[in-house]
């Protein structure tokens, strides 16, 4: 079949997402394009330079004033001495972004200062220790209805939020003790 070039960007893009996700934390693709052994066919490939195999050094965590250092740290997939892998530190962005207490998360590599270690750097902005919402409904059954919910994300001191138990309730409805008498 043909392939044009959008087609020769996804497979040079996979094979980097590949090579980065098994130590390799800056490769580079550069597709060629040569011409065929006839006048209608071209020989189409993909350079690969992978640069220097990594495992990750150190993490700084930066932004993290009530979230512990050792809990940022356990929720990522990524430690010291782990093979780099940029999946890793995009699901440990997305892990950290899971916790309540964490509003905005990045896992970064830094730029690479030695050939066989790449630091990592973990940045955070903090939720709002407290979150306060409501809401406010109809029903014909049971009239105008209010719903009142608090949670405080580190009261005990963890990213284990504590909510109290709350329900909807009536704030007014029809009345259901009067009578018709005739």
Same mark, same amino acid.
């Given at each position: ?79 010291? %001495? ?6 890793? *530190?995009? +699901?440990?962005?997305? $892990?950290? @972004? !899971? /916790? ?36 406010? %409904? ?6 105008? *209805?209010? +719903?009142?919910?608090? $949670?405080? @994300? !580190? /009261? ?27």
């Amino acid at each position: 079949g043909r392939l044009g070039e959008r087609e020769l960007q996804d497979i040079a893009d996979k094979v980097l997402s590949w090579v980065a996700n098994r130590g390799y934390p800056g490769p580079q693709a550069e597709i060629r394009l040569d011409p065929g052994p006839d006048s209608l066919t071209s020989v189409a490939s993909v350079e690969l330079t992978t640069g220097p195999w990594a495992r990750v050094g150190t993490i700084s965590v930066d932004g993290a004033d009530r979230v512990d250092r050792q809990t940022v740290l356990h929720q990522m997939l990524i430690h010291t %001495g782990d093979p780099y892998s940029a999946r890793a *530190l995009d +699901e440990s962005s997305r $892990e950290l @972004r !899971d /916790l309540k207490l964490v509003r905005f998360a990045l896992v970064e590599a830094l730029p690479q200062e030695s050939d066989s270690v790449v630091d990592v750097r973990v940045r955070l902005t903090e939720a709002s220790p407290r979150l306060i919402a409501g809401q406010a %409904g109809f029903s014909d059954a049971s009239g105008v *209805l209010g +719903e009142i919910d608090w $949670e405080h @994300r !580190d /009261l005990l001191g963890g990213p284990a939020p504590c909510r109290p138990l709350s329900r909807r309730r009536p704030v007014s409805g029809p009345s259901r003790t009067s009578r018709r008498r005739s």
